[in-house]
């Protein structure tokens, strides 16, 4: 629990930004790029924002990655808040999502593409993902560990691709472009479609991981009896089908790998299109 989140917005007002959630039922924004500056050990910083709407430890927050005044917040109060961090904005959330998990909201990241998409983990063992252009509800949930998520991350190498660790010692990857796909009854056992992997390897419950921005597929997860973790699926977990086939397929190949990507491109739009939002 408890998050810290750099503004990632470009310009030179952005770079010592940050801000952060803590067992006090605040978010606080801060700004070091003076301080920074200077080149000075051991300055003192004081918040430049105080914002109060939780009633209970805040667990999560982060910064949206194409709007550097929007900040998003959950607590144990099972809400998810967003923050406008211009001054005179800061008195109330801009919109809140109550009773967004049934339990403890323990993380939450927007997506680093997609302006409207927000994933969240919670106490109830599920993933949500979000449209905050229509918050009563979420797009989908995402059912497959067996204990409470602790955090979510988007891939930063496929915009469909997400990932979130849990108490159950797994850390799973979904692949939203998958969520409808048919599957035989044997599949069906393993969990839904779109849950593309299960890294079982923790021996303890995994409180965080990280994506690896260099190299695709690889990730590092630490859990609660101090190990660490790198690892990455094998190549057939993701891999399209043809991928490996001889030159001489490769017209028929180009014809199925544009018919899956045909699909999941309807199916992302199912999720993310305007016919289902107010």
């Known amino acids: 629990g408890y998050g810290v989140a750099w503004c990632g917005a470009p310009g030179e007002e952005n770079r010592g930004r940050l801000a952060t959630s803590a067992e006090d039922k605040t978010v606080r924004l801060w ?65 809140v999502v109550k009773e967004a998990h049934a339990g403890d909201v323990n993380g939450l990241e927007f997506h680093p593409t997609n302006e409207f998409l927000l994933a969240s983990g919670g106490s109830d063992k599920v993933v ?37 660790c849990s108490a159950d010692r797994r850390i799973a990857l979904w692949d939203l472009g998958r969520i409808g796909a048919e599957q035989t009854p044997e599949d069906a056992e393993d969990g839904p ?62 014809k199925k790998n544009k018919k899956k990507c045909d699909l999941a491109t309807k199916q992302r739009t199912e999720i993310l299109g305007d016919d289902e939002l107010e």
């Open 193 to 254: 479609p779109e849950l593309l992997f299960l890294h079982g390897g923790h021996t303890s419950r995994v409180n965080d991981f990280s994506w690896n921005p260099n190299y695709e597929w690889c990730l590092g997860g630490v859990s609660e009896d101090n190990v660490m973790q790198i690892w990455s699926p094998a190549e057939d977990v993701y891999a399209e089908e043809g991928d490996d086939d001889d030159d001489d397929e490769e017209e028929e190949d180009g």
């Open 128 to 164: 949500k993902l979000w449209d905050m252009r229509n918050l009563k509800s979420p797009l989908q949930t995402l059912e497959g560990h067996t204990d409470q998520v602790y955090a979510v991350h988007w891939s930063p190498h496929d915009e469909s691709v997400l990932a979130s």
């Open 31 to 95: 700004n070091v790029r003076e301080a920074l500056a200077e080149g000075k050990s051991g300055a003192v910083v004081h918040p430049e924002a105080t914002f109060e709407y939780h009633t209970d430890v805040v667990e999560d927050v982060d910064w949206h990655n194409r709007d550097p005044n929007m900040i998003g917040s959950c607590g144990d109060d099972r809400l998810i808040c967003l923050w406008d961090a211009r001054e005179g904005k800061r008195d109330r959330p801009i919109k």
